[in-house]
């Protein structure tokens, strides 16, 4: 059985970091792409970050380039997203999902369907 599993998420003032973590359990990840997405109330699930587990080759959304980080150890088999110079906007259920690659464009990882497992979320919210 495929978990994923987030953990990290808080209240933080404006300008602050925050680090979220994903453990993920029940498959071999290696030849998956690791996302983070989220969701502000209202709105749709959007992309925000993703990782190749094999190359570590990542991408992100134009809105957090340059501020946020996304990572993995492979001996623990956990992502992360290392968020910092945090904005209200940035307030949202940030969620871990896995893909099986299935593509070798790497555009394909930034919509939800390309995921087949998804984490429960964690709240960051972003005071200001």
């Known amino acids: 059985q495929v978990q994923l599993v987030e953990s990290g998420g808080g209240l933080v003032q404006a300008g602050g970091s925050l680090r979220l973590s994903c453990a993920a359990s029940g498959r071999t990840f290696s030849r998956d792409f690791m996302g983070w997405f989220r969701q502000a109330p209202g709105k749709e699930r959007e992309f925000v970050a993703c990782?190749?587990?094999?190359?570590?080759?990542?991408h992100y959304a134009d809105s957090v380039k340059g501020r946020f980080t996304i990572s993995r150890a492979n001996a623990k088999n956990t992502v992360y997203l290392q968020m910092n110079s945090l904005k209200p906007e940035d307030t949202a259920v940030y969620y871990c999902a896995a893909a099986p690659e299935r593509s070798g464009y790497s555009g394909a990882y930034y919509y939800t369907t390309a995921y087949d497992y998804w984490g429960q979320g964690t709240q960051v919210t972003v005071s200001s």
């Open positions: 990782i190749r587990w094999s190359s570590g080759s990542t």
